[in-house]
């Protein structure tokens, strides 16, 4: 293993150095396959899944207590009805923007070097977009009559109210869940029908049923690659309008801090960033711990951190706005905004959110720090801690003081929001660690095809 991994480092091909170099195409596909077929995560993966169905429970008895009890047993009150339940929705949803954007964007773009992050970024949207979907539905309080959202078939003739944003933030979510599944289960297609070859048994069985009967015939190609394209087009513009929906949710209120055009594009940035910070958090351990250095190369993580750093300018560019703005209009409760924000009760969050979205990642601009994995999964984690902490700024940082003085009102969360919130950590955990047992993490066929193309 080590030797190819020397042939991936040392190959210098102009138009790809990403591309394992010394593998070829039968070697990728058994290499892959086999991280399926065989037990080669060991006892890592079981004590990984372990603490995460740990976590689960506590997701379980906290969704149990809320269903039994209600809201009530949340933080939130009169002055914040929003709480910690819509600032992990928003910072779940951000998280799921990012495998969207290297399947699809860059797959329009033309960009080889997505191959190898492709599949598992693909994963990690599908499952933070089931998390960030808990949160809504758990905060209507009759969660089981979620379905009133849907403009379904009725005697009454009702239908949703469109001008709400619970409406909009239901659409926008089904649709991106939706068409970011099948377009993952359409690039695994091709990958399980590999599988399926090489395996025995019951496994084969499986493995038969799921990939739909694909026996890579030029008919088959040809129908996948336009199929695939078709949706790349349709999840592309998702990227943006998901987050802009979200965003909206805010910004057509008229509270200080939140009616402000800048949010779309604020939002959209800073899903990207936090999006690209996950991927990297979940690249580096996998590399190690799954041998995949010929795949997940030192060139994927720098051209991550690239993008991390360049929508860590935009990010900052929106909170220079924000404050700008805010100064420029010279209205009373815009000013005491900005205030609050440096010297209320929730600034020590404020300044670290600056340190974390905004000063840390400009170590990227250092190629040596760029190409340290272990670095960039530390500053990773501490972008994601910051983004987190701007969603609960944005969300309890504006409503415990709006234009009414006698009605502000600080938030504490309750035992009861924090562990629905690491209780998403054990959902997450335990379906992706699933997900990386039972389903090719690199795309196979994908990879191939790029070892072609770079021999030719």
């Not at 190819?4 to 070829?24: A, C, F, I, M, N």
């Not at 009169?78 to 928003?90: H, P, R, S």
């Not at 562990?419 to 379906?431: D, K, P, V």
Request: glycine share 8%; with cysteine; hydrophobic share 50%.
């Amino acid at each position: 293993m080590s030797s190819k991994v020397d042939k991936v480092e040392r190959h210098s091909h102009p138009p790809d150095p990403v591309v394992g170099g010394g593998l070829s195409g039968a070697d990728v596909v058994d290499d892959i396959s086999a991280h399926v077929l065989t037990d080669r995560l060991g006892q890592i993966w079981w004590v990984a899944l372990g603490c995460s169905l740990l976590l689960l429970t506590v997701f379980a008895i906290s969704v149990a207590v809320l269903l039994w009890k209600g809201v009530g047993v949340w933080g939130i009150h009169d002055t914040v009805g929003w709480g910690l339940a819509i600032t992990n929705f928003v910072w779940w949803i951000g998280i799921g923007h990012a495998g969207t954007f290297i399947s699809a964007f860059l797959l329009l773009m033309s960009q080889g070097w997505r191959t190898s992050i492709n599949r598992f970024a693909e994963g990690m949207t599908l499952l933070a977009v089931a998390c960030a979907g808990v949160f809504p539905l758990l905060h209507l309080g009759r969660p089981w009559l979620f379905y009133w959202l849907m403009p379904y078939p009725n005697r009454m003739a009702l239908w949703p109210q469109w001008r709400s944003p619970l409406i909009w933030d239901f659409v926008a979510v089904s649709t991106y869940g939706s068409v970011s599944l099948l377009f993952w289960y359409l690039g695994l297609v091709p990958d399980l029908a590999a599988v399926r070859d090489r395996a025995t048994g019951r496994k084969k069985k499986v493995y038969a049923l799921l990939c739909l009967g694909w026996r890579g015939s030029a008919y088959h190609w040809s129908y996948h690659q336009r199929a695939y394209l078709i949706l790349a087009a349709l999840a592309t513009p998702l990227v943006v309008s998901v987050h802009s929906i979200v965003s909206l949710d805010f910004s057509v209120a008229i509270l200080p801090g939140w009616h402000s055009t800048i949010f779309p594009p604020y939002f959209v940035a800073g899903a990207i960033l936090s999006g690209f910070a996950m991927v990297i958090t979940l690249a580096v351990p996998l590399r190690a711990w799954m041998k995949l250095e010929n795949y997940i190369t030192l060139k994927h993580l720098e051209n991550s951190a690239k993008l991390m750093l360049i929508t860590s300018f935009i990010v900052t560019y929106g909170y220079a706005s924000e404050i700008f703005f805010g100064w420029w209009s010279g209205e009373v409760f815009h000013m005491a905004h900005l205030k609050h924000l440096f010297t209320g009760a929730y600034s020590p969050l404020w300044f670290v959110v600056l340190l974390c979205n905004s000063i840390l990642p400009q170590l990227l601009w250092w190629r040596k720090f760029r190409t340290s994995p272990w670095a960039l999964f530390w500053l990773s984690l501490a972008v994601n801690v910051g983004m987190w902490g701007e969603r609960y700024i944005i969300v309890v940082g504006t409503l415990y003081k709006d234009y009414l003085p006698s009605a502000w009102r600080l938030y504490h969360a309750t035992i009861w929001d924090w562990g629905l919130f690491l209780g998403t950590f054990g959902l997450f955990g335990s379906l992706f660690l699933l997900f990386i047992r039972y389903v090719p993490v690199i795309s196979i066929h994908e990879m191939v095809e790029l070892i072609k193309e770079d021999k030719e």
